[in-house]
């Protein structure tokens, strides 16, 4: 693997746009090149060592690269967009779009990021350590077709909308969710492992959602289907006892499943 | 401004030139005889010339167009143009911006484009896109079929009334032609029903299809109209729809074409009839009837087509026919918008994918080829995708690209759609291939002569404006048949582009917008003092049933900076 | 005193095209057929201080400058600044707000309208689901199911019930006795006294209520006996009148936008809408508040693909409400430079976005003294459209119409103004 590290700078207050912090986009680059990418300020263009410094090695082969943020970037989107092969580690936090459109390869975010992380995701992996905020893997507005594949895992917590019209793939959520986890949900497979305020599965058609923590709040348009243990869900066994639901009934043919587990949610089942 | 154009190979059906070397001369805007030394020279040698292509059916301004674009923000997303020097930038594949709409066509050629479905409480909002698309002529076609003066007077017989109605709405709306959708069908569907064939009454106002097609039919000749009545037939997209295609082709026949403007002989522009020409009574037993439909345009000669011929791409459908849209929407899950226009239309949108994975949209697509490629006289009929409905209209030159090649269409039968376009359609035993001539005659001249518009558009001689498209395909050295990816990107991006005589666009860029587009519309005046008795009444039903003011309703001059009135009759 | 008729309301979304003003000299003294607040605009009874002047704020101090002076050192910030936001919008014409679109392009700014904080939802919403909508006259001539979702129509578009339900239609000759009228709100308001029903959920239910009812019309049991406070049974018997509607048409407001969840409720009331009409006919109405709100939505999507929150940022369009938003750009502190048109958001804006306005420079294009200009660095007043000034204005549904001009006071329209300032970010762009 080699190794690029990137040390931010000072972060200015209009953020900047790293859609170029790519492994895909360093490959086969010097360090010099690398440097005097383009990057988007607002409405200007400037050159990525601006705002970092860099050193490090490329490679010619996306996949042998690593790029370290190396310190917090909360004023930097869209690192990682699309990237198909490689790693990326940020030691701290980030802004909007971390992995958006991401295809292939490793992200680590070690602090927060802020919303639509994952958005579009296709593949790979995004694991971010602590919380993110809305529209986690989620579709672009209007788009019927959201993730279809790889990996999220947030630590933290995160907020509303997440999973949005997700098709496929796999996200993974250790803390608590706000409101409309899977909305409009059409397959993939959502864990959370903490608790969730409401609407969870909204107007979902398809795909599954475990929640293994607390509901505050369930949607009236689910069909109970009674208790299941030990869910097997793709190859992975989620042991413990759960309400099964299936809905959202409010949509023409649905057929997503809902499981809460059955303790700390007697109060949304309906016996 | 004086120009020459040298040495290119000059396609021009209108005038029986067909792939002559000769010079094309330029002066104020007009094609003239000769021009002086002075003039500016473009050289064209082993190029192609058209007439600037016509575009007689597409949807690019307006409210559902909008409304296309604004539901839509994934499809903006796919394709964004960025501002340019002198340029406006924009976004939308299926639906571009107006901007970038004006650009497109001009890229490709194309110098004039008419929107082909208006409501006229809304005609306001399609000039205003109109005054922000730039380059091309256009005009705009006020929607008549389902509205309440023309049911009400047509039930009540009154030919005359309907006319003088029909008069005043057309320059009321600055309008061009008298669109009719789905007759009496869009009227059901204010009440959420549809109608089935062309004898089925609209709801309370008890007249058929037919019976408005018929009354709609001999009143525009009686208006004296430059275009025959434009209609999309009732039945869009069912199985088993052509035996209502055919009906309702026949009811026009025998009514004698009378234009003021121009010199059209048809009496019936029937639009998209790709989506009109199916056999079968549902989605499995479903086969083409196109070799019937084609059938019978070939053994008459009052009615001249458009195909809405299916490109495979994932586009956006919208049309004033609201049943069918929501039909469409109960098929495919997709988000459905929808506008009932009071008194007058309705309209719906919904996304679609045409998938050439998928065993419909391939035979739509073989169908709509099919009808190409078997009416024998291109006179007769015209290129369309009802963009953006089967396609959008920057696909044309790969439609232009499979008329021509028969390599390109086995390609597609063998590799790139589903096997029904085989099973379903005869498209794999045609081996017909079009010739540049016959191109531009679906693509210019015939649009050019049915719009009535074939004194200045659609040609290259002496009074024509100088609209003109230059192609980077040389038919003397290169063979579109086997060469036919390169034949569709000469089309796609013209060498120069010529607009009013000043060159717009320049390597298949766009280097100058020129003047504004200008906007036709019909200046009919059927009867005066009738038609002072009808506005009377059109006043008293405003008062009680509008929800705009009478003195609010017309579309005022200010909306059309370069106003091109075209004359019906003044009586 | 002069009378000009068929005159177009420069207030709400109803548009109103049937006030007859009078007029003495240059100014209106009286209006016909208009309600309280669009009479009330008219004859400027707000009683708002009128400018007539260009200013700029020196050593914190207004004074007045010459117009060329206040074009320029607009014009400037809009070039200097690296995240421009020009916000408003919704109180001006369509031309005006054409040229605000090419300002944003060539100042690569971001352009948004007060939809941002009002029917942004719903916009979010009919672009995920659809948007299936009807003119007014269909509601008059054929609606026997009327429902008032979140909104109170009796004081914020006073007229809607007027002219619209209360009046006889082609099909429903006896105006309101023809029809049902429904109001979902959670409070009593003047409208829920009208209705025949009134489904009084409990705050920030909306999403579950209208998802029990969706699954109902499908013919599905729900899992509990009462959703948002609402009995099983009352909705039961909510949706059967909605099914069995001939013509059925929901108007909804700022009640159900802004409630939990927002879009979303849009969103799945849309569904509702859309899956109604299986059974019955149904469609739906936004009330949308400012005049031409929906105009601006209507521009923006024609020029550039998408109806606001446009970031030309990059030279091309973006659109993400959420980053794109005047109130993410402010309260994440992206933006650097403000201008301000035809609105106010120094009254409606919430703190943390105002002390971000506070912090950067403001221009305001704004014909009274308002909360905006308070804070604004650069204050140019334009004529006010629709009394002073003509332009396109479209209605709430969508139906355009010509604003008059009924008095003449010579002050530049809002257009006339955009465009200088147009003219001059071009000069400073072409001197970088
Ligand atoms: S309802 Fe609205 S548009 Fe009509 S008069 Fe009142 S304020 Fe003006
Ligand atoms: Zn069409």
Redesign the interface.
């Known amino acids: 693997m080699s190794e690029i590290i990137l040390k931010p700078k000072e972060q200015p207050l209009v953020p900047i746009e790293a859609n170029n912090v790519t492994p895909d986009v360093f490959a086969g680059k010097t360090l010099e090149e690398i440097k005097n990418l383009g990057i988007w300020h607002g409405n200007r263009q400037d050159r990525l060592s601006k705002f970092f410094d860099i050193e490090g090695e490329s490679s010619e082969n996306p996949s042998e690269i690593k790029i370290i943020i190396d310190g917090s970037v909360p004023k930097t989107k869209w690192i990682g967009k699309a990237m198909t092969a490689g790693e990326i580690l940020v030691k701290g936090d980030v802004n909007m779009y971390v992995g958006a459109d991401m295809k292939g390869g490793k992200i680590l975010v070690e602090g927060n990021a802020a919303s639509w992380p994952g958005q579009d995701m296709q593949g790979g992996e995004l694991t971010i350590m602590g919380n993110a905020g809305d529209y986690v893997g989620s579709a672009y507005r209007g788009d019927w077709r959201g993730m279809s594949g790889g990996l999220i895992t947030v630590h933290g917590n995160v907020g509303n909308e997440i999973a949005e019209y997700m098709l496929g793939g796999k996200m993974v959520i250790k803390g608590n969710v706000s409101i409309m986890p899977g909305v409009h949900m059409n397959g993939g497979l959502l864990i959370i492992e903490g608790n969730v305020v409401a609407r969870v599965g909204g107007e979902m058609k398809g795909g599954t959602i475990v929640v293994k923590g607390i509901i505050d709040e369930f949607l009236a348009g689910f069909k109970y289907l009674g208790i299941e243990r030990d869910l097997n869900l793709e190859g992975e066994i989620i042991e413990g006892a759960y309400h099964k639901f299936k809905g959202d009934l409010a949509t023409k043919g649905a057929s997503g499943i809902v499981y809460a587990a059955v303790a700390g949610n007697s109060h949304i089942a309906p016996y | 401004m004086e120009h020459i154009i040298k040495n290119g190979i000059v396609y021009d059906p209108l005038n029986n030139i067909d792939g002559e070397q000769k010079d094309i001369c330029i002066k104020d805007g007009k094609i003239v005889d000769s021009v002086s030394a002075d003039a500016n020279v473009t050289d064209a040698s082993g190029q192609i010339i058209m007439p600037g292509g016509v575009d007689p059916h597409t949807h690019i301004a307006g409210a559902k167009v909008n409304v296309g674009r604004m539901i839509r923000p994934e499809d903006s997303k796919k394709d964004v143009v960025g501002r340019a020097p002198g340029q406006r930038g924009g976004s939308g594949f299926s639906v571009p911006s107006t901007f970038m709409t004006g650009y497109r066509y001009a890229q490709m050629g194309y110098t004039t484009a008419m929107e082909a479905a208006m409501p006229p409480l809304l005609a306001r909002h399609t000039h205003e896109e109109f005054h922000d698309t730039p380059i091309i002529d256009h005009a705009a076609y006020p929607l008549f079929g389902n509205n309440w003066f023309v049911m009400q007077y047509l039930k009540e017989g009154d030919l005359d009334k309907t006319a003088a109605y029909a008069s005043w709405l057309l320059r009321a709306t600055k309008g061009y032609a008298i669109k009719i959708v789905n007759p009496a069908g869009t009227e059901a569907w204010a009440w959420g029903g549809n109608v089935h064939g062309i004898d089925d009454p609209a709801p309370y106002f008890d007249v058929t299809g037919g019976e408005i097609i018929k009354g709609l039919a001999e009143v525009n000749e009686m208006l004296g109209l430059p275009h025959p009545i434009h209609l999309h037939c009732n039945d869009l997209g069912h199985p088993g729809n052509y035996e209502t295609t055919l009906k309702s082709f026949d009811i026009p026949k025998g009514i004698k074409a009378n234009p003021i403007t121009g010199n059209r002989d048809k009496v019936l522009y029937a639009t998209h009839v790709q989506f009109h020409s199916y056999g079968g009574t549902n989605w499995r037993d479903f086969v083409s009837e196109a070799p019937k439909i084609a059938d019978y345009v070939n053994k008459n000669d009052h009615i001249v087509i458009d195909v809405g011929q299916v490109t495979l791409d994932e586009t956006t459908t919208m049309t004033a026919d609201g049943p069918m849209e929501y039909d469409l929407h109960t098929l495919n899950g997709l988000k459905w918008a929808n506008c009932d226009v009071e008194l007058e239309t309705g309209s719906g949108v919904v996304p679609f994918i045409y998938s050439g994975k998928a065993p419909v949209p391939s035979s739509q697509w073989a169908i709509g080829l099919e009808l190409f490629l078997l009416v024998n006289d291109p006179e007769k009929i015209c290129l369309t995708t009802d963009s953006p409905n089967a396609g959008p209209f920057t696909r044309y030159p790969r439609v232009m690209s499979w008329l021509m090649s028969n390599k390109y269409r086995e390609d597609m039968i063998e590799n790139h759609v589903h096997k029904w376009a085989q099973k379903k359609t005869s498209i794999a035993t045609i081996d017909r291939e079009y010739s540049f001539f016959e191109i531009a005659q679906i693509s210019r001249a015939t649009p050019a002569k049915v719009l009535g518009l074939s004194d200045t558009k659609g040609h290259l001689g002496v009074g024509a404006d100088a609209d003109i498209a230059i192609y980077p395909f040389n038919p003397e050295t290169q063979d579109p048949s086997t060469d036919y990816m390169k034949l569709e990107e000469a089309l796609t991006a013209a060498s120069y582009v010529f607009k009013d005589g000043e060159i717009v666009v320049k390597d298949g860029k766009v280097v100058n917008i020129g003047l504004p587009g200008r906007c036709y519309w019909v200046n009919s005046i059927y009867d005066e003092e009738l038609e002072k008795q009808i506005v009377g009444e059109v006043e008293t039903m405003f008062k009680r049933y509008y929800s705009v003011n009478f003195a609010n309703y017309a579309v005022q001059d200010e909306y059309l900076p370069r106003s091109t009135p075209v004359d019906g009759v003044i009586l | 005193m002069e009378i000009v008729?068929?005159v177009?309301c420069p207030f709400c979304g109803m548009l109103c095209?049937?006030i007859i003003c009078k007029v003495e000299g240059d100014e209106i003294v009286g209006t016909l057929n208009a309600c309280r607040i669009g009479h009330s605009k008219f004859v400027h009874a707000e009683g708002a201080e009128r400018y007539k002047k260009p200013l700029i704020r020196k050593n914190g101090e207004l004074v007045e400058v010459t117009m060329e002076e206040a074009i320029d050192k607009a014009a400037t910030v809009l070039a200097e600044?690296?995240?421009?936001l020009m916000y408003g919008w919704s109180c001006t014409d369509?031309d005006a707000q054409?040229v605000g679109v090419?300002l944003a392009?060539?100042?690569?700014?971001i352009i948004d309208n007060t939809a941002s904080v009002c029917h942004g939802p719903s916009?979010?919403a009919?672009?995920?689901?659809?948007?299936?909508?009807?003119?007014?006259?269909?509601v008059?001539?054929?609606a026997d199911v009327v429902v008032y979702w979140g909104c109170n129509p009796m004081h914020a578009h006073p007229r809607n019930l007027s002219?619209?339900v209360f009046s006889?239609?082609?099909?429903r000759e006896r105006g309101l006795a023809d029809r049902t009228v429904i109001v979902v709100d959670p409070r009593k308001s003047d409208s829920s006294k009208l209705a025949d029903i009134h489904l009084q959920l409990d705050y920030d239910k909306d999403?579950?209520l209208?998802?029990?009812?969706?699954?109902v019309l499908?013919g599905?049991?729900?899992?509990?006996d009462e959703?948002a406070g609402i009995p099983k049974e009352t909705i039961y018997e909510a949706v059967d009148v909605l099914k069995n509607a001939?013509?059925g048409v929901l108007f909804f407001g700022m009640g159900i936008t802004h409630s939990?969840?927002k879009h979303?409720n849009i969103?799945?009331a849309i569904?509702l809408v859309?899956?109604l009409?299986?059974?019955?006919?149904f469609?739906l109405i936004p009330m949308r508040g400012h005049y031409n709100v929906t105009g601006f939505?209507?521009?923006c999507?024609?020029?550039?693909?998408?109806?606001f929150c446009v970031d030309?940022?990059?030279?091309?369009?973006?659109?993400?409400?959420?980053?794109t938003g005047s109130n993410d750009l402010l309260q994440?502190?992206?933006?650097?430079g403000m201008m301000v048109v035809a609105s106010d958001p120094g009254a409606h804006f919430p703190q943390k976005a105002l002390e971000r306005m506070a912090e950067i420079p403001v221009i305001s294009i704004e014909p009274h003294r308002t909360p905006t200009t308070e804070m604004a660095d650069i204050i140019i007043p334009p004529a006010i459209v629709g009394m002073e000034a003509e332009g396109?204005a479209?209605r709430m549904?969508?139906?355009?119409?010509?604003m008059r001009k009924v008095v003449d006071i010579g002050l530049l329209s809002d257009k006339e103004i955009l465009e200088r300032i147009l003219t001059r970010v071009k000069e400073i762009n072409a001197s970088k």
């Open positions: 008729k068929n177009v095209d049937d600044s690296k995240r421009p369509c054409a090419e392009e060539e100042a690569k700014a916009v979010l009919l672009q995920d689901v659809g948007y299936p909508i009807c003119t007014f006259g269909e008059k001539n054929r002219r619209l006889r239609g082609f099909f999403y579950e209208l998802d029990a009812m969706r699954a499908l599905n049991e729900i899992l509990y959703v001939k013509f939990r969840g979303r969103d799945t569904c859309t899956d009409n299986d059974s019955a006919k469609t939505n209507q521009v999507t024609w020029e550039s693909g998408y109806p030309f940022a990059t030279g091309s369009a973006r659109y993400n409400p959420g980053e994440n502190k992206e933006t650097d396109t479209y549904e969508g139906v355009p119409i010509r």
